[in-house]
């Protein structure tokens, strides 16, 4: 009699030591988390929903003691299985005073905030297969907090705080030590480029400590003085107001420039301002992010909703679900609500970050920038294109060379926009979208995410657009110049003809009137 173990022969034993080959062998390759050791910033349900779909982690981090200036931050695991190079996204809002939750509950967080101040799946979600991070950001945005005097004064400040913030976040939770991709919308457009110049030079210094990898910016504040300017055009060309008003806002930017010329940036702030709700006025109240709708949806909808959901007793209150600490929340569009963090900055809100996003070029980090073509703002595609021809970098050249094709995916029926690539960057204009193109466009922005991560081409039908589109118009150039130059050639030699015969018949008349009184010459004014 045995003691009750079945015997196990060669051939099985062999099999199970296969199998947990196997298993160790993928256990190594998976990329694990010490769960146990970031316990106490996980969250595990989200009130309005319930239990998340993926581990979440939230908290603040310590950037400037000495103003006890602290960021506050949420991160998203991503959904499918994550490894080492998984993709790490981090995700600011602008302003300046704007919450990134803006970002996180209503463009490509994973549960979108109701009216009722519940949640729906977001089923185009950024963290599909990528880490995402929301951070509220800098001092004194959202849930992230500062002393009296703590606001940061420059973007300079605010990058070199943000960064030492991102560095505490990464050694807290390794998962998300990743190559990271800094996005963001609209006054992102300048904390963006500021943040990854100060990565790209702090690395050049031997500090590798961030992954930083590209950026990704939609709709952008890049050169906010220049894009003001682009503002009164849009407006009348999408026929809301008449060439009067135009012309009456354009005196307004004129106005406003020269204010910043003599260093009166508040003032030549203001103006701009005033400028841009002139027009608003005259239009009779669009949308201004996105001149299709009626109203102010951003302060009426989107910021009401969220400031409803953050007084609830489940966040404001112990134990804070979200790890808020009781921290009030607080947000506000700095070109429209004045606030704390962008009076802090009102010297640079009429600001540049060219030199910043091309020095993160030159550097050959990739860079893309979208925008939603129904944007009214001075964030809108027109401005952008303008901001972005002002920008120097090694690929200058190739870029402005570069052809605009069509941004086209397999099963639409239509293009998503159209994308000009060249130097390491890429300009996508988003169709049928505002300034919050993860909002008005979510599955056009999730495979536009996809596409720049992966630097995979802008269109599923390349053969299509061979045969169909540019190459087409070059034969037709080609034959057309063929012809050109065999018609120039005839050309020449009739028009040498006539030339001699009209030179001759002035000579002739020349000679007539050599002897005849001078006639009086009238003054032409459009020959003055």
């Known amino acids: ?43 595990p ?72 101040l519940t949640f729906k799946d977001n089923p185009t979600a950024w963290n599909d297969q990528q880490h995402l991070i929301f951070f509220d950001q800098p001092a004194g945005t959202g849930f992230s907090h500062t002393a009296p005097g703590g606001y940061v004064t420059s973007l300079e400040q605010m990058a070199e705080q943000f960064v030492v913030g991102l560095q505490q976040l990464v050694k807290r939770h390794p998962q998300f030590s990743g190559p990271l ?44 003085p220049l894009q003001y300017s682009k503002q009164p055009l849009f407006f009348r060309a999408h026929g809301l107001v008449d060439e009067r008003v135009q012309k ?111 020095a993160i070029l030159d550097a050959g980090y990739q860079v893309t920038i979208y925008n939603g073509a129904e944007d009214g703002s001075c964030c809108g595609h027109w401005p952008t294109e303008m901001a972005l021809k002002q920008v120097e970098w090694g690929g200058r050249s190739e870029f402005d060379n570069a052809r605009t094709t069509m941004w086209n995916a397999s099963g639409v029926g239509h293009p998503y926009g159209n994308v000009r690539s060249g130097g390491g960057l890429n300009f996508v204009i988003v169709l049928n979208s505002g300034h919050m193109v993860p909002t008005d466009q979510p599955v056009a922005g999730l495979d536009l995410l996809h596409r720049f991560l992966r630097r995979s081409s802008w269109t599923d039908f390349p053969e299509l657009e061979m045969t169909l589109g540019l190459a087409g118009m070059e034969e037709t150039t080609d034959i057309q110049t063929e012809t050109d130059q065999s018609t120039g050639s005839t050309a020449q030699l009739v028009m040498g003809v006539v030339i001699g015969a009209v030179l001759a018949t002035l000579a002739s008349n020349f000679a007539r009137r050599s002897v005849a009184k001078p006639e009086s010459i009238g003054y032409d004014p459009l020959l003055a």
């Open 181 to 224: 991709y800094l996005t963001g919308e609209s006054f992102a457009g300048q904390y963006i480029p500021f943040i990854g110049d100060h990565i790209v030079r702090q690395k050049a210094r031997g500090d590798a400590s961030v992954n930083f990898k590209g950026c990704l910016i939609g709709n952008p504040g890049l050169d906010i």
């Open 248 to 358: 009456l806002a354009e005196k307004m930017v004129h106005k406003c420039h020269r204010q910043l010329a003599a260093g009166e940036v508040e003032k030549s702030f203001h103006t701009c301002a005033d400028m841009s709700n002139y027009l608003m006025k005259a239009a009779g109240q669009p949308f201004l992010y996105d001149v299709r709708q009626w109203g102010d949806v951003f302060d009426l909808v989107y910021s009401k909703a969220m400031g409803d959901y953050f007084k609830t007793a489940p966040i404001s209150q112990p134990p804070f679900l979200l790890h808020t600490g009781g921290e009030p929340w607080k947000n506000g569009d700095g070109t429209a609500a004045p606030n704390p963090v962008v009076n802090a900055l009102m010297n640079v809100t009429m600001g540049s970050a060219k030199k910043q996003l091309g």
């Open 1 to 43: 009699m045995g003691t009750g173990r079945m015997a196990m022969s060669p051939f099985i034993a062999c099999v199970w030591t296969i199998i947990l080959q196997s298993v160790f062998v993928c256990n190594v390759a998976a990329f694990s988390v010490d769960r146990e050791a970031q316990s106490l910033y996980h969250v």
């Open 45 to 116: 349900v989200l009130p309005g929903y319930g239990k998340h779909k993926e581990n979440v982690y939230a908290g603040f981090v310590d950037v400037h003691p000495a103003t006890s200036s602290q960021l506050y931050y949420i991160a998203y695991e991503s959904r499918s299985p994550a490894a080492a190079d998984t993709p790490v996204l981090i995700w600011l809002n602008g302003g300046p005073g704007a919450s990134s939750f803006l970002g996180n509950f209503l463009e490509n967080g994973p549960y979108r905030l109701q009216m009722d």
